[in-house]
């Protein structure tokens, strides 16, 4: 069983960054890939970054590609979501997630998820 816990959320101007960090329990961490995805009102869950066990392969949707980055320390078992030029359209609920094996873009591969974080983007 992995229990996963977001932070960092909070509301900020747009241009401005965030840094969400997702800690997971379990003694499986360095060898699940890690995703985050997002969720705004009245939308479907979409996928925002995904990273590989080792940090070696990481994959971004084009909507986020050249503002967020997405890393991990396997020593902290945590993974990160550095967002910079946040823009309105960015405002969501931010959740982590994981699975086993390689990375995936859909939400249907990931087995484990957190509660989520907000965040909100004014313009």
């Known amino acids: 069983q992995v229990q996963l816990v977001e932070s960092g959320g909070g509301l900020v101007q747009a241009g401005g960054s965030l840094r969400l960090s997702c800690l997971a329990s379990?003694?499986?961490?360095?060898?699940?890939?890690m995703g985050w995805f997002r969720q705004s009102p009245g939308k479907e869950r979409e996928f925002v970054a995904a990273i590989s066990g080792r940090g070696a392969v990481m994959s971004y949707s084009d909507s986020v590609k050249g503002r967020f980055s997405i890393s991990r320390d396997n020593a902290k078992n945590t993974v990160f979501l550095q967002m910079n030029s946040l823009k309105p359209e960015d405002t969501a609920v931010y959740y982590c997630?994981?699975?086993?094996?390689?990375?995936?873009?859909?939400?249907?591969?990931?087995?484990?998820w957190g509660q989520g974080t907000q965040v909100t983007v004014s313009s």
């Open positions: 379990g003694r499986t961490f360095s060898s699940s890939a």
């Open positions: 997630a994981a699975r086993s094996g390689i990375i995936r873009q859909l939400q249907v591969d990931y087995v484990y």
